[in-house]
């Protein structure tokens, strides 16, 4: 019992943050100190929502954006998870690469959107491999930081019972690496999701970025606000299912939670 | 005691091993000779920093560039390899396989059902059949240990390096980690070699105790044991032993442990 009232004070803490701001905000709308074209008050971005979700448009936006990020994302997962291995285990590969992708990584995904467009048009492709920059990298680094990690001491331990290589990697290294890999996949689902915004910005009929930049150019600042929070919300939720993924495949780990 | 010229003796002769640092070579080792009986349980003693680690190292084969020879029988120890196991102070379990997946660690090539019996036969002669599916974190320090000897053993290595195996645990377990080493060693028969700080660990476990001294490391005495086993820590001839031991490492003038006993 006690148990569960503590659960649920956990939660009131949780949310309780967000509903004064709520609150605040709204009362401040009420008596006229904040401009409703400036920003509209909680509840009638919550009208909008609805109406947005009634008429079904919400949801296509979210679809098609959710769509290309798991496109772009899948791409980079792939592509991070086998070129971060292979760099990890091999110190030539490493060398071979390290300068290129130090150099091409601090590079905005943004920055992209002028070649991305001249390369691939303004359809799906460019939008996807925006995304793909932008996942990529946080994937593909930290594989690799994670392969590294590797404690010496199992290495010892291998040497010494003359384990076999390819069985090191798969029972060692490679789950050694996983906390660093999950949070490689985290962050860039989480880059990708921003990106996907970015992308749509510029060139788009569809999505959560084109609903917001469609809004700004009829000043429909609830419809910006209901777009926005709709892009928090699904990242929170996204990130939340990653977490949980992470903890069933790491039980093993018993980390620090903060007091 | 006459040294027999086994083909499975390890035998050490003039083993010198420097490191470079910064400010120069340190020598390790210098001028190491030892011959070490197939079946024999040996302890090295010395303080911190003698070199007494490294020496186990290079038996196991993880340091090269050393001088001198080193060898089992003909052998000459030139990496590590499954004739020699090796239990460090840390468990070094590896966090994400179970007790059995741990001790199978070390097992290779063999058809699964051969591999299910080697590993229970080891976690049985360790007295940890229950824990097979546990993961590392869930088992005591001395379980853990134990988890890492029989990991150690399942190669039937003729040697087994115990690097202060028993360093990291508390008085209770080590007593009793000390007996079940033995009664592992009565089992197998695996010529043991065992490094520790603790002169009475030493005298307890060993045939003979080889004591070392500090930078650079050398053995400054072999004291051979001649006590029946089960040992009495508190019996005459132990603690002339003791006493022996002390007298190698502290002045004459201060022994306070002689008043203790």
């Known amino acids: 019992m006690s148990e569960a009232i503590q659960k649920f004070k956990h939660l009131i803490q949780y949310i309780s943050l967000s509903i004064v701001i709520l609150v605040v905000w709204q009362a401040l709308s009420q008596s006229g100190f904040i401009n409703q074209l400036l920003l509209p008050s909680p509840l009638r971005i919550a009208l909008t929502f609805r109406d947005l979700l009634k008429s079904g448009e919400l949801l296509h936006h979210i679809g098609v954006s959710i769509l290309r990020v798991l496109a772009g994302f899948g791409i980079a997962a ?5 070129l971060g291995v292979s760099i990890g285990l091999s110190r030539t590969l490493d060398r071979v690469t390290d300068l290129i992708i130090q150099v091409v990584k601090p590079i905005p995904p943004i920055a992209w959107i002028p070649l991305a467009i001249l390369w691939f048009g303004i359809g799906e492709q460019s939008k996807i491999y925006i995304i793909f920059l932008g996942a990529f990298f946080p994937v593909i680094i930290n594989t690799i930081d994670g392969i590294r990690q590797t404690d010496h001491k199992f290495v010892e331990v291998a040497r010494i019972l003359a384990v076999p290589r390819l069985r090191f990697v798969r029972q060692v290294v490679l789950p050694g690496a996983l906390p660093a890999i999950m949070t490689g996949l985290r962050v860039g689902l989480m880059v990708a999701w921003m990106c996907v915004v970015a992308a749509e910005l510029i060139a788009a009929s569809s999505g959560i970025g084109y609903l917001i930049m469609d809004a700004r150019q009829l000043s429909q600042s609830d419809v910006v606000l209901v777009g926005m929070i709709t892009i928090g919300v ?6 939340s299912l990653i977490k949980r993924l992470e903890q069933r495949l790491i039980s093993w780990k018993v980390s620090y939670v903060g007091n | 005691m006459t040294a027999t010229t086994s083909a499975d003796n390890l035998v050490i002769e003039n083993l010198d091993k420097s490191f470079t640092a910064k400010s120069g070579d340190v020598v390790a080792l210098q001028g190491i000779d030892l011959n070490i009986r197939k079946g ?10 003698c070199g007494k680690s490294t020496l186990l190292r290079i038996i196991a084969g993880l340091e090269n560039g050393y001088s001198g020879e080193v060898r089992i029988g003909d052998r000459k120890i030139n990496g590590p ?7 460090f102070q840390e468990h070094r379990l590896i966090p994400w396989l179970t007790v059995e997946q741990n001790v199978g660690f ?7 059902g051969r591999r299910d019996t080697i590993i229970s036969e080891h976690l049985e002669l360790v007295g940890l059949t229950s824990f097979a599916k546990a993961l590392p974190h869930q088992l005591s320090g001395g379980m853990a240990q134990r988890v890492s000897i029989a990991r150690a053993l399942v190669n ?16 209770f377990t080590r007593i009793q980690m000390q007996q079940e080493v033995l009664r592992i060693w009565e089992m197998e028969r695996t010529t043991m070699l065992l490094v520790t700080h603790d002169i009475d660990e030493a005298i307890f476990l060993g045939d003979r105790v080889v004591i070392m001294s500090s930078r650079p490391g050398t053995v400054k005495k072999i004291i051979p044991v001649h006590l029946p086993r089960p040992r009495d820590r508190s019996c005459y001839d132990f603690v002339q032993i003791r006493k022996e031991i002390y007298a190698e490492f502290f002045a004459e003038a201060e022994r306070p442990f002689a008043y203790a006993i």
């Open chain 2, 40 to 49: 024999e349980f040996i302890c090295i003693v010395g303080s911190s920093g």
């Open chain 1, 78 to 82: 792939v592509l991070g998870l086998g």
């Open chain 2, 81 to 87: 390899g499954l004739d020699r196991g090796m239990v």
């Open chain 2, 156 to 171: 039937n290595p003729q040697l087994l390096l115990l690097d202060e195996p028993f360093g990291a645990l508390d008085a």
């Open chain 2, 106 to 112: 070390g097992l290779n090539g063999l058809e699964n």
């Open chain 1, 234 to 239: 699904i990242g929170k939720v996204m990130d």
